[in-house]
């Protein structure tokens, strides 16, 4: 059906109820629930999450950093009136930027939909995806509960376990 | 996916996107998927980035041997969730090399068909538990001094990947000095067992760092680009001036006897590293490179079936949603 690669689908992830949903990398996957199987081992195997999100990787509309000086929005066409995801890439303060979402808006194609966020948020590049492709966890107590609790209960979660370690004293593991 | 042909030195515009590329790289800016960027840079990148996939994944095989034989359910329960980190590792620097443009399948291809290299050290064999604990805390922790240098890279997934990975190597670096220490104060057999690794794993775990600044072709244009911000022997001074004195304290014994701390620079100095066996590793021809790659076969081999019925499965789906 795909050759010998299977379809690549953006994660989004979002750390607790309060922070924005966050574009942290990507998946080879046959389908959202098999991407979203996937992206919790590659990106839940110790961090805190409270939802993952994922939707085809072909499906969003970037534009760069160089791109927004540009006449980047002319001549695209519109379709019908529908909800966009928007992500933008805020700063390039430090390593961990990743494009965070803005924002969700109502527009007749992804151009729009940023030149609609731009209006609220500044960035330094952004994303746009159809909210129709993008199929997430619930926000149910037991759904969270099931899928990102194992993580936080991992024994060997975190390198502070073992304690300051020297060789003079060394600090058997509770 | 499109290949990109941008960013050639004969291309009309080359030179005046070139400087705002390099003063973007000097204002501390990341480069992202789709800025422009130097054709030779994306090249390096990809050719690093794959590298450090394949490392990863070959990586899981000389510890995953040991995971049946743990000594306890402790150390059996760390190894596990290692060798998963390491996975995951390389899932996060497929991803990262994927943005510039090369495909999983042409990365899996030339780990497979032996064009691909990685890193010289995981084709060594793990002939003692032992080798488990001085891998953790030698290996990572050479792993850990160029990891931590790439989270500053000027490419925004590659830097990425490198914090997430180096939060988890931090953890494995400890795990293994906390092995380590144990067995080099436990008993007769434990202590000879544990300097035994350390003189199998020493030599290798110097050359992870690459060859010296003066055989190193490629550092200065990496080091422009911010692709590294150091130099090969800045690394692995690094783990010298860390690791020396803590192994010294354990009573261990680096296998160097030229080893020796000097004063004036306030750095250990190693005798010379052999450079012949490196390049040897590196071409196909160390202990277990077969070994490693006809694993690497037979699981893609055996997991066959499964990408199969996935595929099936989701073929289905389609269909009844068709309906």
Known sequence: MWGTEWPRYEVIKQDTPKSPPQMVGSVHATDPEHALLLARH???RRPSAYALFVAPAEAFFHVTQEGLKGPWSEGLEEGPEEAYWVFAKR???RSMVYGDL?????AKGPASAIREALLHAQGVAFWAVPERLVVGTEPKEEVIESWFAPAKDKTYRLQSYYGLVTAKEVEDAP | MVKLRIGYPEDPDYPERLEEFEARIARGEKIEPGDWMPAEYRRQLIRMISQHAHSEWVGMLPEGAWITRAPSLRRKLILLAKVQDEAGHGQYLYHAAETLGVTREEMVEALLSGRAKYSNIFNYPTLTWADVGIIGWLVDGMAIKNQTMLAQCSYGPYSRAMVRICAEETFHHKQGKEAV????RGSRKQRQ???DALNRWWWPT???AGPHDTDSPHT??????????????QIRQEFLNEHVPELLEAGLTPPDPELRYDEKTGNWVHGPIPWDEFWKVINGEGPMNRHRLLARERAHEEGR??????EAHAKRRLAQAAD
């Not at chain 2, 220490?181 to 080099?184: D, E, H, I, P, T």
């Not at chain 2, 079936?305 to 996935?310: F, L, N, S, T, Y």
Request: net charge positive.
């Open chain 2, 193 to 195: 067992m544990v300097q």
């Open chain 2, 181 to 184: 220490l144990l067995y080099a």
């Open chain 1, 91 to 93: 700063s390039h303060r």
């Open chain 1, 102 to 106: 803005v924002g969700r808006f109502l």
């Open chain 1, 42 to 44: 590659v990106f839940v």
């Open chain 2, 305 to 310: 079936w499964v990408r199969e019925a996935m």
């Open chain 2, 220 to 233: 200065p244009l990496l080091l422009r680009w911010g692709i590294k911000t150091k130099t090969n022997d």
């Open chain 2, 206 to 208: 110097l050359m992870m």
